[in-house]
């Protein structure tokens, strides 16, 4: 429905896309956006048939974090109305992140907040050259949450996190792409399409290999090499029994593109 502040909508070729949408205040974050999109990324778990995922925002922009207007109103019980806007959106990421599809942030306009957090979140992301990042918490004496002091050390290393976390840093879209925020950059009018041609070559290739390649490029940092040797080597032996590696294998074989069905 139109007025949802969640929209999904679901593609050919196992696309699900998931859209911000409170256009009016830059899809800032209220109880019913948390609670919509929660609900919108748990339905997503478990069903085998969504190859990619693509979030975006409507209106002039991605996201531009929590809906101030709300914490002014909540007064001195503004910790206890963040604290059931946080649990909801905690609640989203961690979903987010454990969803075997890749999610691919579409962006443009502002990303800050808890958007950059958002955004950080996303396995791959690609941004439209009027897009600007700000992390911004500290503007309004609070620390960050969404797990953005996990995403952004990891992504541009602690002394670049610091800055712009702590000095307020804004960055453009080049120097987003510079610092590995982004994987890529395209005009304005061609966001669309680029977003959706990625999506479509995700959708298209093996799901079991993509699920396994990022659970295991999540998992690297928490693992010692030892470990991931033997992650590896477990998520190998169980692609190679698919019939998407009896397919990848014939093709190349033949000197052909390969058709892939997930299984």
């Not at 956006?33 to 922009?61: I, K, T, W, Y």
């Not at 925020?181 to 290999?209: C, D, F, H, K, S």
Request: net charge neutral; glycine share 12%; hydrophobic share 50%.
């Amino acid at each position: 429905m139109a007025g949802s502040p969640v929209l999904t909508s679901r593609e050919q070729g196992g696309i699900v896309r998931i859209r911000l949408n409170r256009p009016a205040v830059l899809n800032a974050l209220d109880q019913a956006m948390v609670e919509a999109l929660h609900a919108a990324v748990g339905a997503l778990a478990g069903d085998p048939s969504v190859r990619c995922v693509v979030l975006s925002g409507e209106g002039r922009g991605f996201m531009a974090g929590g809906d101030i207007g709300l914490f002014r109103a909540a007064g001195r019980e503004a910790p206890a109305v963040i604290g059931r806007l946080i649990e909801p959106f905690h609640a989203a990421l961690r979903l987010l992140a454990a969803l075997p599809a890749p999610v691919i942030a579409s962006l443009h306009g502002p990303v800050a907040g808890g958007g950059m957090s958002l955004a950080l979140a996303t396995d791959l992301a690609i941004a439209a050259e009027d897009t600007r990042f700000a992390l911004a918490y500290l503007r309004l004496g609070v620390s960050p949450d969404g797990g953005g002091t996990w995403a952004l050390p990891r992504l541009v290393g602690l002394r670049r996190a610091m800055g712009i976390a702590l000095l307020g840093e804004e960055l453009d879209a080049r120097a987003a792409l510079d610092l590995g925020l982004v994987n890529r950059v395209v005009p304005n009018e061609r966001l669309e399409a680029e977003t959706m041609a990625i999506a479509r070559r995700l959708a298209a290739g093996p799901a079991q290999a993509i699920a396994r390649t990022k659970a295991l490029l999540r998992a690297s940092l928490g693992r010692d090499l030892a470990a991931q040797l033997d992650a590896e080597r477990d998520a190998f032996l169980a692609c190679a029994g698919t019939a998407d590696f009896a397919e990848g294998v014939a093709a190349f074989l033949e000197r052909r593109a390969p058709s892939f069905t997930g299984r």
